[in-house]
T-cell receptor, first 115, second 113 residues
């Protein structure tokens, strides 16, 4: 069965500092991997996705994540965070058709960027 | 509409009351999902529709939970005889059917008192 572990429930960081939000998953088949972001009082939004091909994926606002199959990880990184990045970040995995299209989410990591 | 719309945004129910939560997916989206998000947790899968067919309801926590999508567009999640443990945010998501990611609504926050 699929599962997702986000190793940090909260990550406080100063503005312009780098950040890494950690995510590990387990699955017996090939997977699709996602990071979703939830800003205060808003719905979940897809931040970036790994489907196939290049293991390094990037978002439009400077986040990147690298799929590491041997370590079953999909950590999210940003070299310099902004106050506006304060939000809850969810790592998620889908087995696609094999898993019935359901997506399994981690418990979330609250990123708090301080001035 | 441009996005997934859920109503009501907030619902307070007395224990034992029945509730119905509505989801309007993005027009033309084939797939529709319901998730339950407890406070401080990630969303947990409840059920999945492809058009009007409910293909997976393995996440529904009990037979008090029922979901339908009779015409393949709007969906309703019904909870009978609500209990305090049903208090959560209920999220609806839709996708075109091909890609394995989805567009989420803002959710309905259900509080059972």
């Amino acid at each position: 069965a699929q599962s997702v572990t986000q190793l940090d429930s909260q990550v406080p960081v100063f503005e312009e500092a780098p950040v890494e939000l950690r995510c590990n998953y387990s699955s017996s088949v090939s997977v699709y991997l996602f990071w979703y972001v939830q800003y205060p009082n808003q719905g979940l939004q897809l931040l970036l996705k790994y489907l196939s091909g290049s293991t390094l994926v990037e978002s439009i606002n400077g986040f990147e994540a690298e799929f590491n199959k041997s370590q079953t990880s999909f950590h999210l990184r940003k070299p310099s965070v902004h106050i506006s990045d304060t939000a809850e970040y969810f790592c998620a995995v889908s087995e696609g058709y094999t898993g019935g299209f359901k997506t399994i989410f981690g418990a979330g990591t609250r990123l708090f960027v301080k001035a | 509409g441009a996005g997934v719309s859920q109503s009501p945004r907030y619902k307070v129910a007395k224990r034992g009351q029945d509730v119905a939560l509505r989801c309007d997916p993005i027009s033309g989206h084939v797939s529709l999902f319901w998730y339950q998000q407890a406070l401080g947790q990630g969303p947990e899968f409840l059920t999945y529709f492809q058009n009007e067919a409910q293909l997976d309801k393995s996440g529904l926590p009990s037979d008090r939970f029922f979901a339908e999508r009779p015409e393949g567009s709007v969906s309703t999640l019904k909870i009978q005889r609500t209990q305090q443990e049903d208090s959560a945010v209920y999220l609806c998501a839709s996708s075109p059917g091909g890609p394995p990611w989805a567009f989420f609504g803002q959710g309905t926050r259900l509080t059972v008192v």
